[in-house]
C-alpha cells in the first residue's frame, strides 16, 4: 500500500519553479480529546478562507475522522482510497464554507489507526502533489501521542495546541509537549486556551503550562489565543455549521478571526528542516 502512494508522490512532484512561496503547515493538536481542536481547526481555515487564502484541511484522525460531519459535508472518498492506490489526493478533496478544501479520513477503520510509520511518511509525501493548489494546509490531528499524531505534528511548521482549563487537559498538552520535543526535536508551540471564561482565565491557563514547561523542558511556548467560552459555539455544531460562518460576530468567532489574521503572517521556512515535512520539496527547490 504504501509504495503506491509512494510511487504516486513521485510521479505527481512537478515543482513550479515561478512560485517560490511555500505553502503554510499548521498542526492543531490537543494532547486529549474534548478540547475543541477540531472546531479550532475548521474555523481557522475558515476565517483564512474568508481573507482570501487557498486552504486545505487534512482531517488526520485517520480511524475517527470527523471534519466532514462537523461541516455537513457529502463524502465519497477518502484518505483510504488514496493509500490502497485508487485513487489521487486530488480525487478526494471536498469543498467547504469560504472555499476551503478538506482532505477526509474514514471513520471506524482499525486499519487506518495502525498505519506504520513508513506509511505516515507515504502520506505526508502524497501531499506534495499539491503544492501549488494552496497557501495553507492545516492537520487537524488525533487526540493522544500516538505515532500518527507525532508524525504530522513533527511535518508541520507550526504546532498549535490547544488547551482547556481542566487538569486533565493541561498534563496530556504538557505530555504530548514533551515527547514532541525531547525525541523528535520540536521546540516551538503555539497556545491556544480554548474555552475560557475571561482573558485573564486564558492567560492563567497559559502561566499554568508554561511554569511547568519551563521547569522540566528546553521549549518555547507563546499564547497566540484565547478563545471564550460561547454558546454559539455548540449551536453552530449542532446544525453542522462553523462558528465564523454562522455567528460571525459572536465573541468566539471573533477571536478565532483574529488567530486566523495572526497565523496567515506566521512566516514559512525557506529551507528544509531536516526532517520528512509536509511540501518538502518546495523547500528544496526554492
Known amino acids: 500500500m504504501i509504495n503506491t502512494v509512494h510511487d504516486q508522490a513521485s510521479g505527481l512532484r512537478r515543482m513550479n519553479q515561478n512560485n517560490n512561496q511555500g505553502v503554510k503547515v499548521i498542526a492543531v493538536t490537543g494532547g486529549k480529546g474534548g478540547v475543541g481542536k477540531t472546531n479550532v481547526s475548521l474555523n481557522l481555515a475558515i476565517a483564512m478562507g474568508q481573507q482570501g487564502k487557498r486552504v486545505l484541511v487534512l482531517d488526520a484522525d485517520l480511524g475517527l475522522a470527523n471534519c466532514d460531519v462537523m461541516l455537513g459535508l457529502r463524502v465519497e472518498k477518502n484518505l483510504s482510497h488514496v493509500l490502497s492506490g485508487e485513487c489521487d489526493l486530488r480525487d478526494i478533496l471536498v469543498t467547504g464554507p469560504a472555499g476551503i478544501r478538506i482532505a477526509p479520513a474514514t471513520s471506524g477503520s482499525q486499519s487506518m489507526v495502525e498505519l506504520s510509520p513508513a506509511e505516515h511518511a507515504g502520506l505526508i509525501r502524497a501531499f506534495s502533489e499539491l503544492d501549488n493548489d494552496f497557501d495553507v494546509l492545516i492537520v487537524d490531528t488525533a487526540a493522544g501521542i500516538s505515532d500518527m499524531v ?53 492567560q492563567d491557563l497559559f502561566a499554568k503550562l508554561s511554569k511547568v514547561t519551563d521547569r522540566f523542558l528546553d521549549v518555547a511556548l507563546e499564547l497566540v489565543a484565547t ?60
Open 150 to 202: 507525532l508524525s504530522f505534528s513533527r511535518a508541520s511548521q507550526d504546532v498549535v495546541v490547544v488547551v482547556c482549563d481542566e487538569p486533565t487537559s493541561i498534563t496530556d498538552a504538557y505530555a504530548l509537549i514533551k515527547i514532541l520535543s525531547r525525541e523528535h526535536g520540536v521546540y516551538k508551540f503555539k497556545i491556544v486556551a480554548n474555552m475560557v471564561r475571561s482573558l485573564r482565565e486564558g
Open 227 to 286: 478563545i471564550p467560552y460561547d454558546e454559539n459555539m455548540r449551536k453552530s455544531t449542532r446544525r453542522q455549521k462553523a462558528v465564523v460562518d454562522l455567528f460571525p460576530n459572536s465573541p468566539a468567532s471573533v477571536s478565532l478571526k483574529s488567530l486566523a489574521s495572526k497565523a496567515v503572517k506566521w512566516p514559512v521556512p525557506n529551507q528544509p528542516s531536516g526532517h520528512l515535512e509536509f511540501f518538502i520539496e518546495k523547500l528544496v527547490n526554492n
